[in-house]
Structure formats: structure tokens, C-alpha cells
């Protein structure tokens, strides 16, 4: 009877990868964290680099200064990444690193340790990120220009087809883009002309018989939002755009080469700090949009977890999001099913409008030349779109729980004792430099000197620059090493902010504020000058760009120069542009370091007297200690009214407060 049965038991699709986005603290603690998430039943490997080493600094620079190990585990040099993959035999797993500008390093790194390990090279499986464009758009952790960056991502994928044949090359990522605030129009369109931008490079790097095959690599890696049947469509869109691009564009016949492959993380920016517990539920409708359409399902899921909005997840929260993901695949019987949604009228609808939609604006990137020269339109656009969005909530057209409705509720029981979230001990950064100086104290400086110098000479004359990198690795060069050639060789750049100087057509319930900012700058004897800056590596400015966007609305006079600049420098400015109050977004955790540091120096600049304010994931007993640094305001994700911040700057800015 049971053996009947089994045969008339629909045949079950394998699981998607289940892997967690992880790596804090140090390389060894890392190790610790993915062996444990492996033994959990954990099938990938995502590995989160802090931004240092996404930025390409070594741990000892200064604008590293509270940054090591925040957001991710520090990479300098072929000892960490050896001591992050020990006893983890790299020739099995399937491992994502989450890196762009320092990605050839990094993969060198990689291979450097397979190599060590005895692994055969070409068994490799993984992807980097690899997608500067977006870092331009989004996450701001760029090193050089558009165009030499461009050359980096496909030297990667040039040297991966002949060295890692099972190795993708790219994720074109359009995660962070829906972050910042685009459509889903504009996701598709963005996100597509990337791959546009990289294919039409790539084509004249590797032979016309293997392009085909390269097509079939490059992958994606997605955001899935709380609007899940939008999202589902979304994704289905997203396939069938790219068989239509692959087909057309590039005459791709294989109908596997022509496959859209993606991994997904879902959406980050709607967790709210305001009742945490609601993001479980968040999390698993999100992860609905691309598991339950079969012909646009994800190849590898991560989740975020339900604290993300908080501060640095636990091992345990980690393990709930995993445990998500397990009961769908195997408690569910959602893999024993063919596509739940061809021939649905209501979705093949919705489908077209999104394809139209992202055709439409393909078209203006074209006739703009392409992703690259239509960076700063891009970056202009998703900074409106983001305005909107806030608008909505504000307005409560658009609803979201425990933020701008039934906000009263029972004290959350999971965020009692340790706060719900990890801390790092700030002692991590200081061995980490340790480490760092004991590397270079012991290694063959001869050695690296003379692979930096090749490095630099084939970044010179435009060579591929993997193998270079790769004999650097070996030498024992480090991070801030490769980064500082490819410096030397492209220059350096700062992105668009996407914020003009020109307020906008917005302003519709402005009007109070407007009189207000009127009015105290009448007082002050000049228009009230308001300079947001973001002290050290983060390069999150979503936030930043919306409070200068509102600000400027207001009536204020906004300077907001954009990312990655260090105390010194926001004082210089602050100097030079005789700043009424003085505003500061950290979002990677670094707050309490670089403010201490920047109300240090306001005070031995005599600018006691300018108010500083500051924005962040900033847990409760942080905000004291910046109080005490002596911040006036704190604000944190569940201040979502703008406005209201900008009553409280027009208030701080007033002659007669200022006094008080």
C-alpha cells in the first residue's frame, strides 16, 4: 500500500539555496558563525564584508575608524580570508560575496585559498556581486569612475570563462535600487540596462563563440517587497524581458543561455524599529514573490532578520529567518507543483504594464547612451520616487502597521534582556589592526612590492588585471594595497547625491514650515543654512538625501556633498559655510566613534554653539551617550516624519533656543 503511494506522489522540484547574508566581528569569528549555519542545514554561503573592505581601505586607515567589522567581516589581506573559509572546503560550497568595487581582489583572495585548500580551480561555484553601476545609485561603496569600473567587472568575467567555468561573474543587482527608493518600472529598466552596459563590454573581450555562454552567467540578484503579487509580477516581467533582450539584442538561440537566474534578498527597507515582531510576518510574505511562481523563482534566498531595523542580528535570529525558508521548502507542497499563475488573466495583465513600463524607460537610458552616461539622471530619479514613497506614508495613503497606524500595542517580549540585537565589541577593531601589522611585519615586502608594481602596469596599459591581482594576493599585499593602485591608476570619484540645489514642485503641506524657516531666517539675518553630512564609510545615503530634499522644500539653504567624508572635513565645511545646525546620517552602527570625534572637534573649532543632529539604527543607550557627546536630537527609523524634524531644526536654529 505504501509503495502505491509513493508512486502516485508527485515528483518534488529541488529547493532553491538556502543561504543567510552573514560575516561580523573577525574572520575567525565568521568561520565559527558559517560552520554553525552550515551544520543548521544551511546550503550557501553569503559572505558580507565590512566596509572598509568594500571601500577598499585597510582596517588602520583613518576613515576605518569605528567602521571594522560593523557590517561585515574585514578582509585585508590572504591570512583573513584564510582563516575565514578554514576547515570549510571551498571546491564543495557554493559561496556569494557580496563586493563590488574590491571584487577582483576579493575573488583573487578566494582563489588564492582554494588553491591552498588543493581545490581544483575549475569546481569553483559562486558569484560576486561584481555591479558597480548600482554603487553609484545606491550603496555608495565605489572607488573609481564609471568607465574603468566597468572594465573591472568584466575582466572578471573574462578571466572566470576560461579559469571558473562555474563561477558567475556578475550579479546585476537591483536589490539596493528598490532600497532607494525606484519603481518597479524603474528596477526592471535600471537593473536591465546595467547588464546591457556589461554584456556590450564584455562582448569585446572574450570569443564570439563563447559569448553566448558567458550571457547564460551573469545572473541577478533581487529585492522582494511587501507588495507581493507586484513583486511576483515583477519577477515574471524580469524574465521574460531579459529572454527578450538576451534574444534580440545579442542573438542568443539557446534557450538556457537566455535563462534569467537570480538570488533574492527580501526588502530590508520596509522592517520597521516600531513593533520588530511584525517583520516575521513581512519577511514571509516578501519571500511568497519568489518562490510561489515556479517559472520566476529565485535560485538562492536570503532573509534578512526580524532586528535588521534594530542593530546586528543574532546566530539565533539568523536561524528563525533559515528556519523560514525550511518549512516552505520542505513542509509545504509548494515544489510539487507546475507555475500557479500562467494564463491568470489578472497577472499576465499586470505583467505587461510592468514590461511596458520598463521598456519605456530603456528607452530614454538608450537615447541617454546607455547605464553609464545616464548615471546621474538615475540617481535623480530614484531619489524622487524614494520622496514619494515617504510622502505616502506620511500622508497615510500609504499603511503600514505600528508605524502610522495601530501604533499602540503590548511591549515586545523578544527584544527584553540584551535589546534583541548583537553588539560587536568595540575591542574587535583594535586586534584587527593588530593582526594587520603583525601581517606586514612578517611578510615578504620585496615581494609585494614588486606584484603591486605589475599590478599597476597592467592596469596601466588596460590589461585584464585578474592575474595580476591574484600574484598579489600570493605575495601578501592587502586590501588597501590593490585599492590604493587602482587608485593611483583611475582616480577617484564622487558619486551624484541625486539632490539639486532647486527645490522641487512638492509642496503641498509645506507651508507652515516654509513661513517658520521664513521667519527664523529673518531673525538669523541670512536664509537658515542647514549642512547634512555622513561621517565615515557608509554609504546608505537614502536617508541623508531625503532629509536634505525635504529641507531644501522647506525653504532652507541645504549643503549635502554626499558620502563617505570624515569629521574633519564636515567641520571644515560647517566652517566654511557658516552652518546654522549641523546634521549627521550613520547608518553601519559607527555612530558613537565618529560623533564623539566630530563633537571633539566642533568644540576646538569654537562651534559649540551649532546644534548637531543626528540619524542612524541607533539603539536607546547609544542615544544617550551622543546626548552626552552633546547631540541635541537623535532620530532614528521610526521617526518617519520629516516634517517633524524639520520643525525641530527650525526650532534649534532660532536665535532665542539657541540661547536658552
Known amino acids: 500500500?505504501?509503495?502505491?503511494?509513493?508512486?502516485?506522489?508527485?515528483?518534488?522540484?529541488?529547493?532553491?539555496?538556502?543561504?543567510?547574508?552573514?560575516?561580523?566581528?573577525?574572520?575567525?569569528?565568521?568561520?565559527?558563525?558559517?560552520?554553525?549555519?552550515?551544520?543548521?542545514?544551511?546550503?550557501?554561503?553569503?559572505?558580507?564584508?565590512?566596509?572598509?573592505?568594500?571601500?577598499?581601505?585597510?582596517?588602520?586607515?583613518?576613515?576605518?575608524?569605528?567602521?571594522?567589522?560593523?557590517?561585515?567581516?574585514?578582509?585585508?589581506?590572504?591570512?583573513?580570508?584564510?582563516?575565514?573559509?578554514?576547515?570549510?572546503?571551498?571546491?564543495?560550497?557554493?559561496?556569494?560575496?557580496?563586493?563590488?568595487?574590491?571584487?577582483?581582489?576579493?575573488?583573487?583572495?578566494?582563489?588564492?585559498?582554494?588553491?591552498?585548500?588543493?581545490?581544483?580551480?575549475?569546481k569553483l561555484q559562486g558569484t560576486v556581486q561584481n555591479d558597480l553601476v548600482k554603487e553609484y545609485l545606491s550603496r555608495g561603496t565605489y572607488i573609481c569612475p564609471p568607465k574603468p569600473s566597468l572594465a573591472m567587472i568584466t575582466d572578471v568575467a573574462a578571466y572566470t570563462r576560461e579559469h571558473l567555468p562555474k563561477w558567475n561573474p556578475m550579479n546585476v543587482c537591483s536589490y539596493h535600487l528598490q532600497e532607494a527608493g525606484a519603481t518597479p518600472e524603474q528596477e526592471l529598466a535600471f537593473a536591465l540596462a546595467t547588464a546591457i552596459a556589461v554584456l556590450d563590454d564584455l562582448k569585446t573581450k572574450v570569443p564570439a563563440d563563447q559569448f553566448p555562454a558567458m550571457v547564460?552567467?551573469?545572473?541577478?540578484?533581487?529585492?522582494?517587497?511587501?507588495?507581493?503579487?507586484?513583486?511576483?509580477?515583477?519577477?515574471?516581467?524580469?524574465?521574460?524581458?531579459?529572454?527578450?533582450?538576451?534574444?534580440?539584442?545579442?542573438?542568443?538561440?539557446?534557450?538556457?543561455?537566455?535563462?534569467?537566474?537570480?538570488?533574492?534578498?527580501?526588502?530590508?527597507?520596509?522592517?520597521?524599529?516600531?513593533?520588530?515582531?511584525?517583520?516575521?510576518?513581512?519577511?514571509?510574505?516578501?519571500?511568497?514573490?519568489?518562490?510561489l511562481s515556479k517559472n520566476a523563482r529565485a535560485r538562492a534566498v536570503q532573509l534578512p532578520a526580524w532586528n535588521e531595523a534594530l542593530g546586528l542580528p543574532r546566530p539565533w535570529d539568523q536561524q528563525w529567518s533559515l528556519r523560514m525558508q525550511q518549512i516552505m521548502a520542505y513542509e509545504t507542497d509548494l515544489l510539487e507543483y507546475g507555475d500557479l499563475f500562467d494564463g491568470n488573466p489578472a497577472v499576465t495583465a499586470k505583467v505587461e504594464a510592468l514590461k511596458d513600463g520598463a521598456r519605456a524607460e530603456l528607452e530614454t537610458l538608450d537615447s541617454m547612451g546607455g547605464a553609464i552616461a545616464a548615471?546621474?539622471?538615475?540617481?535623480?530619479?530614484?531619489?524622487?520616487?524614494?520622496?514619494?514613497?515617504?510622502?505616502?506614508?506620511?500622508?497615510?495613503?500609504?499603511?503600514?502597521?505600528?508605524?502610522?497606524?495601530?501604533?499602540?500595542?503590548?511591549?515586545?517580549?523578544?527584544?527584553?534582556?540584551?535589546?534583541?540585537?548583537?553588539?560587536?565589541?568595540?575591542?574587535?577593531?583594535?586586534?584587527?589592526?593588530?593582526?594587520?601589522?603583525?601581517?606586514?611585519?612578517?611578510?615578504?615586502?620585496?615581494?609585494?612590492?614588486?606584484?603591486?608594481?605589475?599590478?599597476?602596469?597592467?592596469?596601466?596599459?588596460g590589461k585584464n588585471i585578474m592575474d595580476a591581482s591574484i600574484a598579489a594576493a600570493k605575495a601578501g599585499a592587502t586590501t588597501g594595497e590593490w585599492a590604493g593602485v587602482m587608485r593611483a591608476v583611475h582616480g577617484e570619484y564622487r558619486g551624484p547625491t541625486g539632490v539639486s540645489r532647486s527645490p522641487s514642485n512638492q509642496t503641498e503641506g509645506l507651508e507652515d514650515i516654509r513661513e517658520a524657516v521664513d521667519a527664523v531666517s529673518t531673525q538669523l539675518g541670512r536664509r537658515l543654512k542647514f549642512l547634512v553630512g555622513k561621517p565615515g564609510l557608509d554609504g546608505h545615503s537614502n536617508g541623508a538625501e531625503q532629509i536634505a530634499f525635504r529641507a531644501r522644500d522647506c525653504g532652507m539653504d541645504i549643503t549635502y556633498d554626499g558620502i563617505r567624508l570624515t569629521p574633519e572635513q564636515i567641520v571644515a565645511k560647517a566652517i566654511e559655510d557658516e552652518a546654522h545646525v549641523v546634521g549627521l546620517s550613520i547608518l553601519s552602527g559607527s555612530h558613537i566613534p565618529l560623533v564623539e570625534e566630530l563633537m571633539e572637534r566642533m568644540r576646538a573649532a569654537g562651534l559649540d554653539h551649532v546644534p548637531v543632529v543626528v540619524g542612524g539604527i541607533i539603539p536607546d543607550e547609544d542615544a544617550v551617550k551622543l546626548k552626552g557627546f552633546g547631540v541635541a536630537r537623535v532620530y532614528t527609523p521610526k521617526d518617519f516624519e520629516l516634517n517633524r524634524i524639520m520643525m525641530d531644526i527650525v526650532a534649534l536654529a532660532t536665535p532665542a533656543e539657541k540661547a536658552a
Open 375 to 461: 548615471i546621474d539622471y538615475m540617481k535623480s530619479r530614484l531619489v524622487e520616487s524614494n520622496a514619494a514613497r515617504i510622502n505616502r506614508i506620511e500622508a497615510e495613503e500609504t499603511i503600514v502597521v505600528g508605524v502610522n497606524r495601530w501604533q499602540q500595542g503590548e511591549p515586545s517580549p523578544l527584544t527584553a534582556g540584551d535589546g534583541g540585537i548583537m553588539v560587536v565589541d568595540p575591542a574587535v577593531e583594535q586586534e584587527q589592526i593588530e593582526r594587520l601589522n603583525a601581517w606586514r611585519a612578517e611578510r615578504d615586502e620585496a615581494a609585494v612590492q614588486v606584484a603591486l608594481a605589475q599590478l599597476k602596469a597592467d592596469a596601466k596599459a
Open 1 to 122: 500500500m505504501e509503495a502505491a503511494m509513493t508512486d502516485t506522489m508527485p515528483a518534488k522540484d529541488r529547493p532553491w539555496l538556502f543561504r543567510t547574508y552573514a560575516g561580523h566581528s573577525t574572520a575567525k569569528k565568521s568561520n565559527e558563525l558559517y560552520r554553525t549555519n552550515l551544520s543548521k542545514g544551511q546550503t550557501g554561503l553569503s559572505v558580507a564584508f565590512d566596509l572598509p573592505t568594500q571601500t577598499g581601505y585597510d582596517s588602520d586607515h583613518t576613515l576605518s575608524r569605528g567602521e571594522v567589522g560593523k557590517v561585515g567581516v574585514p578582509v585585508c589581506h590572504l591570512g583573513d580570508m584564510r582563516a575565514l573559509f578554514d576547515q570549510i572546503p571551498l571546491e564543495q560550497m557554493n559561496t556569494s560575496m557580496t563586493i563590488n568595487a574590491t571584487a577582483p581582489w576579493l575573488l583573487s583572495l578566494y582563489i588564492a585559498v582554494a588553491e591552498e585548500q588543493g581545490a581544483d580551480i575549475s
Open 216 to 291: 547564460g552567467r551573469i545572473s541577478f540578484f533581487v529585492n522582494a517587497g511587501i507588495r507581493f503579487v507586484t513583486e511576483m509580477c515583477k519577477m515574471r516581467a524580469f524574465t521574460e524581458l531579459w529572454d527578450e533582450i538576451t534574444r534580440e539584442r545579442y542573438g542568443i538561440e539557446e534557450e538556457k543561455f537566455r535563462r534569467f537566474r537570480y538570488g533574492v534578498q527580501v526588502n530590508s527597507l520596509g522592517l520597521t524599529e516600531q513593533q520588530p515582531e511584525n517583520n516575521v510576518y513581512r519577511i514571509l510574505i516578501e519571500m511568497l514573490a519568489v518562490t
